[in-house]
């Protein structure tokens, strides 16, 4: 059974930092490629960064310079640092494994006040 727990949301200052951790069980996580998405209240999900299995990144522009997505294989645990971080950020994070399949986590909070 392949699960994804998300961990690390929480409530920050404007300009503070947090740093999500998504684990992965049931998978091999070192071949899918990952990504975390937010949804704003009453948006849509929308992505923040990519990073597949060979190593490439790829940013939303709103968060390039401030947000780090990695990776560790060995713990079969992704991550999404986020630096300086702005009211606008402020959402439910999800992971996303891809690898054949596609799963999701359940979310974490992530509330950003001004």
């Known amino acids: 059974q392949v699960r994804l727990v998300e961990s690390g949301g929480g409530l920050v200052q404007a300009g503070g930092s947090l740093r999500l951790s998504c684990a992965a069980s049931g998978i091999i996580f070192s071949t899918f490629s990952m990504g975390w998405y937010r949804q704003a209240p009453g948006k849509q999900r929308e992505l923040v960064a990519t990073l597949n299995s060979g190593g490439s990144t790829n940013y939303a522009d709103s968060v390039k310079g401030r947000f780090t997505i990695s990776r560790d294989n060995a713990k079969n645990t992704g991550y999404l640092q986020m630096n300086n971080l702005k009211p606008e950020d402020t959402g439910v994070y999800y992971c996303?494994?891809?690898?054949?399949?596609?799963?999701w986590g359940q979310g974490t909070q992530v509330t950003v006040s001004s």
């Open positions: 996303k494994v891809l690898g054949g399949n596609i799963y």
